[in-house]
């Protein structure tokens, strides 16, 4: 596509390197910022520039955090024997967000997966062995809430292979049919294992 | 919801601004910057502070420009004497990749809407008027290309109104079952229009 400027050509080329944006979303969204006052565009981009000049991960857990230690390590309020081990982010944002859950997280950076080249050693899975290893450790149970994929099984199985001689017991998310979720239209594979997994009516 | 930084609150809120961008995929894509490298991210906001402050409008058809006059006004290979009149940039890339018109533009800005406070004084149809007007003017035809709604056929009318007493032909683009499209799905606005609308067989 011919452009009317190479200052839009530019833009519209580092904007379309966003997931899930292409060339015409991206176009229309430089075509807005144009449109707007300049203070808009200056406000979104000191905004991510902020972000990425100053943004660290928790020394305990790797989540994101403003500081050392995020505030879910920081606070006095967590339970400090459960630990969930999650795959990102945006899975301890959703986790919180039940308001189901009140122990701290261990964020991996992603999951095993041979076929993009991460393998245990691209994730923080020694420095979660670490974390229950260490002398006053009082994690008692590990959740593994990892995603129900073959990738996501592939590293719940190796993490349990690798703390089960710890004193630590080792539970995984209940994998079932959704609430609100209609039988007729679930996947046999998902049906099957509720059925396996069912449990005590009370 | 809660965010794991203020960073990533203040560009979620930034970028959510966006049109068609809400908080989901705002987060989405804030997360993504975090991940890949610094460098891509300064890349991209110095390109949109870059495109913000040195983007100019041509002073003669208020399309998008690097210079004071356009790429197109400026050249010596378009016809100077057939005027297509559209509502923004959008529609100018739009025409130029057809490859079917070889005149000048001129770019109004929007189209009038007095549901959104957009009159004709909003618009660039004076500088229109001027441009037609102009003892040097060489324009023999003005092709009306705006989009066929409400606010797109008020400002047809008002132009048509306001140009009639000068030397210049007004045309308005071809509407119809568009190239490809069924009659079964068609409107019946559209079909009706195309039927009186109708051009000889040849």
Redesign the interface.
């Known amino acids: ?8 050509e ?2 519209v ?3 379309s ?5 292409g060339k015409k ?1 991206a ?8 449109k707007e006052n ?1 203070e ?16 660290q991960f928790c020394k305990h857990c790797h ?4 500081a050392e230690v ?3 390590c920081a606070s006095h309020k967590r339970d400090r024997s459960i630990l969930c081990v999650v795959e ?3 899975d ?2 959703a986790i ?2 039940t308001a189901q859950f009140r122990g701290l997280y261990h964020v991996l950076g992603g999951v095993i997966s041979p076929i993009n080249g991460v393998g245990p050693a691209e994730l923080k899975i020694e420095s979660l062995i670490n974390r229950l290893n260490h002398g006053q450790s009082e994690v008692k149970e590990l959740i593994l809430a990892l995603s129900p994929t073959m990738e996501g099984d592939t590293t719940s199985f190796y993490i349990h292979r690798r703390v089960k001689d710890l004193q630590v017991k080792v539970s995984v998310i209940a994998r079932g049919i959704p609430i609100g979720g209609d039988l007729e239209y679930a996947d046999e594979i998902t049906l099957g294992r509720s059925i396996l997994g069912r449990t005590l009516f009370n």
Request: aromatic share 4%.
């Open positions: 596509m011919d452009y009317p400027s190479k200052l839009i530019e833009a080329t580092q904007v390197k966003l997931p899930g944006i979303t176009l229309r969204l430089v075509l807005h910022l144009i300049k808009s565009t200056f406000a979104l981009t000191e905004a991510l520039n902020k972000l990425r000049s100053g943004i989540n994101i955090a403003d995020c505030s879910i990102n982010t945006n301890v944002m919180e967000n």
